[in-house]
């Protein structure tokens, strides 16, 4: 197993994990402070990613560039999550979308990891 994948699987679950402790925080200070741990876990997540994209781009550059994409709404969604937490209660759809976000891109990996 590549390093990188091993780091990026492991932030994959770290950031999963923060993700929900924001969704089910009770206090602006907690969802502020771990919406800092996802901003460390975003930099990570997306250095790692590169350096896995690098394996997978010369066979597979279409559904790498897809996973790229689907990364960056997932990081965009999650950014939002955190800043309307703060000010409002979250809606279902937009949980949902996050979810769904999450299972795509993590279906893409394990489809671009078994490719290599």
């Keep these: ?11 994959s679950a770290l950031l999963l994990c923060s993700t ?5 925080a009770k206090t602006n200070k907690k ?9 460390f876990f975003y930099l990570i997540f997306l250095i790692t990613g590169l350096l896995l994209a690098r394996y997978t781009f010369a066979n597979h550059f279409i559904l790498t ?39 795509l891109v993590c279906i893409t990996g394990f489809i671009l990891h078994n490719q290599f």
């Design 20 to 24: 929900l402790i924001i969704i089910f």
């Design 31 to 39: 969802v502020k402070a771990f919406s800092m741990f996802n901003r």
């Design 65 to 103: 560039i897809f996973k790229i994409i689907l990364a960056f709404g997932l990081i965009i969604c999650l950014e939002i999550l955190a800043a309307s937490k703060t000010q409002t209660h979250l809606s279902k759809k937009f949980l949902f979308l996050i979810f769904i976000l999450f299972m």
């Design 1 to 11: 197993m590549y390093p990188p994948l091993l780091f990026h699987l492991v932030t």
